[in-house]
């Protein structure tokens, strides 16, 4: 029988193990700091909410400018050296935007928002690219690699909570313009604890291509893909709203309580078991946000939608693994990568979308004016969990048992 179980492998905690770890949950909480930051500011300049909603969607764009290089890049030069000034770049395009306005009093307009969206998005993808697919995988033995990606992608994970509850805690201790320099430099920490790690010397390749959709796109992949891009869209939605220290905290502990079910409620499950209960806590997520009590909106909601995200993202990213052939491991992560953020950044940015006319004038802080502006998205959430239900039982679990390779 075909289960869930991931072996665990203790001398696969290492000290360069865990630098690689720590730098992927830093450079990601680095750009979820900006989920509140950007709609914050931007609101404050007299944007109107459509336009906010494509400043986020263009990251989920942006992710994809630099992949087609990736290949090229970690094979011409020093695959540590990409990854590096790839975060660098990250670095510097989280905190240009905060010089320009705060120490030159240079008004940045709409369409330079989004191009620097597009820029954070390209940088942010090679590194995830280079690190995940690459330096990650170089560090441990070939039978610790499906356990080493399957880490590595939760610490990714957290951040989707870690980011939001950084960023409202400058906002409460200093003030909302201070999260784009503290999101700078925890880019910067994860830059510095790469380069703590030693990798042996590679020479450089010749005669590869320059664009190549090697460790950046699996094509057999593709239902996979449009099926996990159609499951993100959904806290996507939930995410384009600001919430309380309270949501994002219970979205953390649902975080966790998906990581401690993986290993003890689905070690011994059914294969198919492990998405469809996923997106049942997240069909229940939705039910329990038509209450209007403030217990279940805060505490049960996120709570339970994190769990179903959590269950999902695992389950999915070893369908990738197992999809791919032996050489192709890399690719596959940079897949789930890209299907996990482009679903997260089209929700968020059609959130905004959907709800602009009913958005409140001035956007702020305050979650509890925002309820009822929420509720208007449960109609597409809950019909995209329904189709994401039929695609995987239907259409993309069977594909999958068919087409699998290991």
Request: glycine share 8%.
């Given at each position: 029988m075909d289960t869930?179980?991931?072996?665990?492998?203790?001398n696969l905690w290492h000290r360069d193990f865990w630098c690689l770890c720590f730098a992927n949950l830093f450079l990601m909480t680095s750009i979820y700091m900006l989920l509140l930051s950007i709609p914050y500011f931007m609101a404050k300049e007299g944007y109107s909410v459509t336009q906010v909603g494509v400043v986020y969607a263009a990251y989920g764009l942006g992710i994809f400018l630099l992949g087609g290089f990736c290949s090229?890049?970690?094979?011409?030069?020093?695959?540590?050296?990409?990854?590096?000034?790839?975060?660098?770049?990250?670095?510097?395009?989280?905190?240009?935007?905060?010089?320009?306005?705060?120490?030159w009093n240079i008004k940045v307009g709409f369409e330079m928002l989004v191009a620097m969206r597009l820029i954070q998005g390209a940088f942010l993808g090679l590194a995830e690219m280079s690190l995940a697919s690459t330096l990650i995988i170089d560090t441990c033995e070939s039978f610790q690699r499906t356990e080493a990606n399957y880490i590595t992608s939760w610490f990714a994970r957290f951040s989707i909570a870690v980011g939001p509850l950084l960023s409202l805690l400058v906002y409460d201790v200093f003030s909302m313009k201070v999260v784009f320099p503290v999101a700078s430099v925890l880019a910067l920490v994860a830059l510095v604890l790469v380069s703590r790690v030693k990798f042996p010397f590679k020479a450089p390749s010749e005669n590869v291509s320059l664009i190549s959709s090697d460790r950046f796109f699996l094509p057999q992949g593709f239902p996979l893909f449009i099926n996990i891009v159609c499951i993100m869209v959904i806290p996507g939605f939930y995410l384009s709203l600001p919430h309380s220290l309270t949501v994002y905290a219970m979205f953390f502990c649902g975080l966790f309580l998906a990581l401690v079910a993986e290993k003890y409620v689905f070690a011994d499950a059914e294969l198919k078991s492990q998405v469809i209960v996923g997106l049942i806590l997240i069909a229940a997520a939705e039910f329990v946000s038509l209450s209007?009590?403030?217990?279940?909106e805060e505490m049960l909601v996120p709570a339970l939608l994190a769990l179903g995200v959590g269950i999902i993202g695992s389950r999915f990213l070893l369908f990738y693994i197992k999809l791919a052939k032996h050489c192709q491991r890399g690719t596959s992560m940079s897949s789930f990568f890209l299907a996990?953020?482009?679903?997260?950044?089209?929700?968020?940015?059609?959130?905004?979308?959907?709800?602009?006319d009913l958005y409140p004038k001035g956007l702020g802080m305050d979650p509890v004016i925002l309820n009822p502006v929420y509720k208007e998205l449960l109609y597409p959430a809950f019909g995209l969990t329904v189709v994401s239900l039929l695609m995987y039982n239907f259409l993309v679990h069977p594909w999958y048992m068919k087409h699998r390779n290991r």
């Open positions: 869930q179980n991931t072996p665990v492998h203790f090229y890049l970690v094979q011409r030069y020093r695959r540590n050296r990409v990854c590096q000034m790839s975060i660098l770049g990250v670095a510097v395009s989280l905190v240009v935007l905060y010089y320009l306005e705060t120490f209007d009590q403030d217990f279940a996990w953020e482009l679903g997260l950044s089209l929700g968020i940015g059609l959130g905004f979308w959907l709800v602009k």
